[in-house]
């Protein structure tokens, strides 16, 4: 499985981003996405999945992006997006897409990074105040 991130850049605060993320290979359309992002000098760090296993699908979000960020998943289930509002200069980060093999994570995702298998190259997201 390929992932491929694109659609970071810089915007003012206050402004919306939409980063997507295509999967490639066989299996991709099995696995569950998310997004992750790595501030310079911090942690990687969980920003949100979708657990497409239930009806409808269940979005996860941490705290730090609920109510401004979302994310949606194509009904061919091989290209994650992820919208961002309203945006803050402490979202500057690079964002990286994952995918996660397991099948318990389509009903629940995880928010470690060490249960993703995959990742994206990461795109950079830039907030100026």
């Known amino acids: 499985v390929q992932l491929q991130a694109c659609g970071g850049g810089l915007v003012q605060a206050g402004g919306s981003l939409r980063l997507s993320c295509a999967a490639s290979g066989r299996t991709a359309a099995s696995y569950t996405m998310a997004w992750f992002r790595q501030a310079p000098g911090k942690e990687r760090e969980f920003v949100a999945a979708f657990g497409w296993g239930n009806d409808n699908g269940n979005e996860y979000y941490s705290d730090s992006v609920k109510g401004r960020f979302s994310i949606s998943r194509d009904n061919a289930r091989t290209t994650d997006y992820l919208q961002m509002d309203s945006l803050k200069p402490e979202d500057t980060a690079v964002y990286y897409c994952?995918?996660?093999?397991?099948?318990?994570?389509?009903?629940?995702?995880?928010?470690?990074?060490?249960?993703?298998?995959?990742w994206g190259q990461g795109t950079l997201v830039t907030v100026s105040s």
């Open positions: 994952a995918a996660d093999r397991r099948t318990s994570a389509i009903f629940v995702p995880s928010r470690l990074a060490s249960e993703y298998n995959y």
